[in-house]
């Protein structure tokens, strides 16, 4: 039979900034009346707020009224959806509903913004909900942890939970901007201050020996809460996830997914330890453990690994997590962790890939895992600790 075929093709740029800034709400700080987009009238703008900043921040929403009145950038729409936030915000229906009714209810359209201030789980979720209403209307990421900074408000993706599985239903949208204001991190917890560092040491493994020298020789710093170095180690770090996105395959569209190094553990353990656990300090066990197993195959020299576990301990990062030996023998018991293998392969499609490094700065992808290799690794760093 006869078939008449038309190839539809076309290109779409993608163009966002990353602005670093301190006090962003500040009246003398033109940071965000800057980003704006002229327009015949004041564009709309309605706050999403994370609970936890705002007890942290109790004039912020202030704040950002008088700046929107002084600076006339923007109309500001009150009042503010403020939401408990961290990793149970992405669990349930509830939170994204509201912020649905909320860019329904004040007519939030696509020349409107909605500014999300908060944690890397609240930035997921309201640009989540951003994307899918009106089938998306332009984001603000105003992250507030150090994991946000470096990591998850930077780049392209929106998600929640469900079915068990982290991130399940998600898009692939860019935020109209990201701000960065060093401000919120000064009144994080130790944990969420440390948390986040473990991304940095992340991208660093992978792609910028230097960086990761330099993480290395300020682990005392760090662990000082010192805040210049911080705001270097976030610049940096964002700056090489931004690279990577611009620079490989920021929609996933392959079965390589290289910024999530040491993820496939960190994802499964998170669930498992019914997220008690942090994200960055999921990632930086799954870090330990990839490179564990990389040292025990001989990919991996032992000096090299020992900088790798010396850097994340010097930190104050713990290694193991009882999770880690759940069902170890049994690795296809969905309370294993090594299930999360195959929930890792079918979250991207395609056949499994999991990058490992045989050295810092040299990444490379394997297709297999050798699980016997991988329960050796997870009792050694259990033995370790």
Same mark, same amino acid.
């Given at each position: 039979?006869?078939?008449?075929?038309?190839?539809?093709?076309?290109?779409?740029?993608?163009?966002?900034?990353?602005?670093?800034?301190?006090?962003?709400?500040? +009246? &003398?700080?033109?940071?965000?009346? !800057?980003?704006?987009?002229? $327009?015949?009238? =004041?564009?709309?703008?309605?706050? *999403? @707020?994370?609970?936890?900043?705002?007890?942290?921040?109790?004039?912020? +929403? &202030?704040?950002?009224?008088?700046? !929107?009145?002084?600076?006339? $950038?923007?109309? =500001?729409?009150?009042?503010?959806? *403020? @939401?408990?936030?961290?990793?149970?915000?992405?669990?349930?229906?509830?939170?994204?509903?509201?912020?649905?009714?909320?860019?329904?209810?004040? $007519?939030?359209?696509?020349?409107?913004?909605?500014?999300?201030?908060?944690?890397?789980?609240?930035?997921?979720?309201?640009?989540?909900?951003?994307?899918?209403?009106?089938?998306?209307?332009?984001?603000?990421?105003?992250?507030?942890?150090?994991?946000?900074?470096?990591?998850?408000?930077?780049?392209?993706?929106?998600?929640?939970?469900?079915?068990?599985?982290?991130?399940?239903?998600?898009?692939?949208?860019?935020?109209?901007?990201?701000?960065?204001?060093?401000?919120?991190?000064?009144?994080?917890?130790?944990?969420?201050?440390?948390?986040?560092?473990?991304?940095?040491?992340?991208?660093?493994?992978?792609?910028?020996?230097?960086?990761?020298?330099?993480?290395?020789?300020?682990?005392?710093?760090?662990?000082?809460?010192?805040?210049?170095?911080?705001?270097?180690?976030?610049?940096?770090?964002?700056?090489?996830?931004?690279?990577?996105?611009?620079?490989?395959?920021?929609?996933?569209?392959?079965?390589?997914?290289?910024?999530?190094?040491?993820?496939?553990?960190?994802?499964?353990?998170?669930?498992?330890?019914?997220?008690?656990?942090?994200?960055?300090?999921?990632?930086?066990?799954?870090?330990?453990?990839?490179?564990?197993?990389?040292?025990?195959?001989?990919?991996?020299?032992?000096?090299?690994?020992?900088?790798?576990?010396?850097?994340?301990?010097?930190?104050?990062?713990?290694?193991?997590?009882?999770?880690?030996?759940?069902?170890?023998?049994?690795?296809?018991?969905?309370?294993?962790?090594?299930?999360?293998?195959?929930?890792?392969?079918?979250?991207?499609?395609?056949?499994?890939?999991?990058?490992?490094?045989?050295?810092?700065?040299?990444?490379?992808?394997?297709?297999?895992?050798?699980?016997?290799?991988?329960?050796?690794?997870?009792?050694?760093?259990?033995?370790?600790?």
């Amino acid at each position: 039979m006869a078939m008449r075929s038309i190839q539809q093709a076309f290109e779409v740029r993608y163009s966002y900034p990353v602005h670093c800034t301190h006090k962003l709400f500040d +009246l &003398a700080n033109p940071c965000l009346a !800057a980003i704006f987009a002229p $327009a015949p009238s =004041l564009p709309k703008l309605w706050v *999403v @707020l994370d609970q936890a900043v705002a007890e942290h921040h109790p004039t912020l +929403l &202030a704040a950002i009224a008088a700046y !929107a009145q002084a600076s006339q $950038a923007f109309e =500001l729409v009150e009042p503010s959806l *403020v @939401l408990a936030g961290g990793e149970v915000i992405k669990h349930s229906s509830e939170p994204l509903q509201a912020v649905y009714a909320g860019i329904n209810r004040y $007519a939030i359209d696509r020349h409107s913004y909605v500014m999300a201030i908060g944690g890397g789980a609240l930035i997921d979720m309201v640009g989540y909900a951003a994307a899918t209403a009106h089938r998306g209307v332009r984001l603000i990421r105003v992250p507030t942890t150090v994991l946000a900074q470096n990591d998850a408000a930077v780049g392209v993706k929106n998600s929640i939970n469900a079915f068990g599985k982290k991130n399940f239903l998600g898009t692939f949208a860019p935020p109209y901007a990201v701000l960065n204001d060093s401000h919120f991190l000064t009144t994080l917890s130790e944990r969420d201050w440390r948390s986040g560092i473990a991304e940095a040491i992340k991208v660093a493994l992978l792609k910028d020996p230097a960086f990761f020298a330099t993480i290395e020789q300020t682990t005392s710093a760090l662990q000082q809460r010192d805040l210049a170095v911080m705001q270097d180690q976030i610049f940096r770090c964002a700056e090489l996830h931004l690279a990577h996105i611009a620079g490989g395959d920021p929609f996933e569209r392959g079965s390589a997914r290289p910024l999530d190094f040491g993820h496939w553990a960190a994802h499964k353990l998170e669930y498992l330890s019914e997220y008690s656990l942090r994200h960055g300090e999921a990632v930086a066990i799954g870090i330990a453990l990839d490179c564990t197993y990389n040292y025990l195959l001989g990919d991996l020299a032992e000096a090299t690994w020992q900088r790798v576990i010396n850097c994340l301990m010097a930190l104050g990062f713990d290694l193991y997590h009882p999770a880690l030996s759940s069902y170890l023998d049994q690795p296809m018991h969905p309370q294993s962790l090594l299930s999360g293998l195959t929930e890792f392969r079918e979250h991207l499609g395609g056949q499994l890939t999991i990058t490992l490094i045989r050295d810092i700065g040299q990444p490379y992808d394997v297709h297999t895992i050798d699980l016997s290799v991988m329960q050796q690794a997870i009792r050694y760093l259990a033995e370790r600790a």
